[in-house]
């Protein structure tokens, strides 16, 4: 591909650059991949392909007798909604299982079997122990973690018939009723995700409302597995506070070894940290300047996040990360790493050392990584990246010098006490208080992906400036906050140059107030995909603040750029809480108008959330903004009613 025609497919200047320097090294990458995939099966991009049993695959058309269903009889909504609720199953069962590891390391750690780990905030695990019931009344530490992670680990098989423990004790009495009223309440993680196998499995449910449903109880565990994830990650690692760093490829310093952690599970990034630290001198006897540690995807923003470690690039630009002919070692542990950066590794000297039993890359070098033997399985590891140090090849260098500013670290917590700096009694009235005298106009947050559909950082971009424009707040996690990183959103820079009037003024408020070194950026880091927890959080207790149910909330979500099957998973549970979810890639449901109809509008009456579907960024933007809009409008309109009939709030759905 020529120059041209990369700058078309991604808006990040040193992804272009790596692009062009790939086209002419002849190496190919995804860009290259997606090409020579089209045109896409027409059967697969609208979900009427069937490939449940190897009767098939069946492909559906509709005009044709015989062919208007599968050979099993099934009909085309009955396809397109049994293969859109398996990638709930598989988002579900990749947090989940992430979050799993976490609750058995807290647990190892409280019974000292972990050693390198410790409970580093006590304070969260409290907070946490006394959101689910657990005693901590004259207990030791070590004791309630014991009781706190049994209890998580009770959430992924417990067999009564109580809703997951995580669940209940995050959402308020209203959505408690709603999933118990459509029997969408998980009562153990594991099972959900089982019994949603088994519904589509050939000949068990034909019934597509049904099936959906079963799909939003294992969408539901997914939201169990990551609340569960982040709380305990807070706790063994520490709950992030505002922090300053960097974004995009130019991160890499060519002077010295540079390691990428690629991945999810902080268990292995986080023992990298502190490994790298304590290696330092290594790397100098090695002939570098020293260790220059940076994160690709999700565990990326975990270290980001704790550790302030720069981000190189998001899922997208992850081959290009290795483009640069300046990473030493990739690092990987689960979910989203394409096992293409091998065939990067291949031209170049790095090494990629896979650590997971579950996540292996053929050719690659495994190092299995422990628990028990954490720091020294990761010091292992960039031992092995100091060594490819000095085989790097120096004429083969070229890392663009591009990369923006970054502030980080926006937990939940993280925000109230900046809200606290202004109200200490009622810290989160300072949101919702803008927004009732209509200086913000609501909230916006950005999660999910990279899609070779899209160009590559566009849409998140091009949404998150017509929406700071319009005044709305913006949060983010994910590799969409990568894309907002590495485009100066994450920082100061971008308050001046995108926020609006009444944006600008209260995030000006906040900064005079914030008692931080740095200024306070346009969009607020909350983490990694499995802290959508801590979205939730915010728009729970913004609605319990307002008192309004979250249907009534002028909160909305966007993935513009959605590809995992964990992206699914989360979009899916955060129309369940209420809120309207965009996605701007069309996922595989237009092979049936039902499906099509029970996402876009009988989620809307049934929860108040439902999906849009845009892929024109600007269309989407627009549509976001006329849902906060509207909410927001109606908001005030039932407040002054309120006040004149001295009653509450009405409290009715807005869509
Ligand atoms: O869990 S945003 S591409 S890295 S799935 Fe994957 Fe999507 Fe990135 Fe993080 Ni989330
Ligand atoms: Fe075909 Fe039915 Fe088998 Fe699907 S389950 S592949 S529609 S026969």
């Given at each position: 591909m020529s120059t041209a025609e990369f700058e078309k497919r991604t808006v990040d200047p040193a992804a272009a650059e790596m692009?062009?320097?790939?086209?002419?090294?002849?190496?190919?990458?995804?860009?290259?991949?997606?090409?020579?995939q089209q045109p896409q099966c027409k059967f697969g991009l609208t979900g009427i392909c069937c490939r449940i049993c190897i009767q098939g695959p069946c492909r559906i058309i509709p005009s044709r007798p015989g062919q208007d269903k599968g050979i099993c009889g099934a009909s085309a909504y009955t396809i397109v909604a049994r293969n859109l609720v398996r990638y709930i199953a598989g988002g579900a069962s990749a947090h989940s299982d992430h979050g799993r590891e976490i609750a058995y390391t807290l647990l190892h750690t409280a019974e000292g079997h972990a050693k390198d780990y410790k409970i580093t905030d006590g304070k969260k695990l409290i907070q946490v122990a006394e959101k689910i019931g657990v005693a901590t009344e004259g207990r030791d530490e070590i004791e309630i973690a014991k009781d706190v992670a049994v209890k998580a680990l009770e959430d992924f098989g417990k067999y009564d018939h109580e809703p997951c423990t995580w669940l209940n004790a995050t959402i308020d009495e209203e959505r408690r009723l709603k999933f118990k009223h459509t029997n969408i309440a998980p009562t153990a993680i594991d099972r959900a995700i089982a019994q949603l196998l088994h519904q589509t499995h050939i000949g068990t449910d034909a019934d597509p409302v049904n099936i959906i449903f079963g799909g939003l109880k294992a969408a539901l565990a997914d939201y169990t597995g990551?609340?569960?994830?982040?709380?305990?990650?807070?706790?063994?690692?520490?709950?992030p506070q505002p922090v300053l760093t960097e974004a995009n490829l130019g991160v890499l310093d060519a002077e010295k070894v540079n390691v990428a952690?690629?991945?999810?599970?902080?268990?292995?990034?986080q023992m990298v940290v502190y490994a790298a630290r304590e290696?330092?001198?290594e790397a100098v006897a090695a002939g570098a300047k020293g260790i220059n540690l940076v994160g690709i995807c999700c565990t990326g923003n975990e270290v980001l996040m704790r550790e302030g470690?720069?981000?190189?690039?998001?899922?997208?630009?992850?081959?290009?990360?290795?483009?640069?002919?300046a990473l030493d070692a990739m690092i990987m542990d689960v979910q989203c790493i394409s096992p293409g950066v091998k065939d990067l590794?291949?031209?170049?000297?790095?090494?990629?050392?896979?650590?997971?039993?579950?996540s292996k890359v053929p050719g690659s070098v495994h190092i299995e990584f422990n628990e028990t033997t954490a720091m020294e399985d990761a010091k292992k590891i960039v031992k092995l990246a100091i060594a490819q140090y000095g085989k790097r090849r120096p004429e083969r260098v070229k890392i663009p010098q591009l990369k923006k500013q970054v502030v980080g670290g926006f937990s939940y917590e993280a925000l109230i006490d900046l809200f606290a700096k202004i109200n200490p009694d009622s810290p989160i009235s300072v949101l919702t208080d803008a927004i009732a005298a209509g200086e913000i106009k609501g909230v916006c947050a950005f999660a999910g992906c990279n899609n070779q559909k899209t160009i590559h950082d566009h849409a998140t971009i091009t949404i998150a400036k017509e929406l700071a424009k319009k005044d709305v707040f913006l949060v983010s996690t994910g590799c969409a906050a990568g894309a907002l990183a590495k485009a100066g959103l994450l920082s100061t820079e971008g308050v001046e140059a995108f926020a609006g009037p009444g944006l600008k003024k209260f995030i000006k408020r906040l900064e005079e107030h914030s008692g931080l070194n740095a200024g306070l950026p346009l969009v607020y880091h909350m983490g990694s995909c499995v802290d959508n927890s801590r979205v939730a959080r915010l728009w729970s207790n913004m609605a319990k603040n307002m008192n309004i149910p979250v249907p009534q909330l002028p909160f909305v979500a966007s993935a513009p750029e959605a590809m995992s099957e964990k992206s699914i998973s989360i979009g899916s549970w955060v129309i369940t809480m209420g809120i309207p979810c965009h996605v701007g890639v069309m996922p595989p449901l237009e092979g049936s108008e039902l499906v099509h109809g029970v996402t876009t509008k009988i989620a809307r009456d049934v929860f108040g959330g439902y999906f849009i579907f845009e892929t024109d960024p600007e269309k989407a933007a627009e549509k976001l903004y006329e849902?906060?809009?509207k909410r927001g409008w109606k908001l005030r309109v039932h407040k002054t009613a309120a006040e004149k009939y001295n009653s509450s709030p009405a409290r009715v759905y807005e869509g």
């Open positions: 692009l062009t320097a790939a086209g002419e090294a002849q190496i190919l990458t995804s860009w290259d991949r997606y090409k020579a990551m609340s569960l994830a982040t709380d305990l990650t807070d706790v063994l690692f520490g709950t952690v690629h991945g999810h599970n902080p268990l292995l990034s290696l330092e001198k470690i720069p981000t190189a690039s998001n899922f997208g630009s992850q081959e290009l990360v290795i483009m640069t002919g590794c291949n031209c170049f000297h790095t090494m990629l050392i896979t650590t997971s039993n579950i849902r906060i809009e």
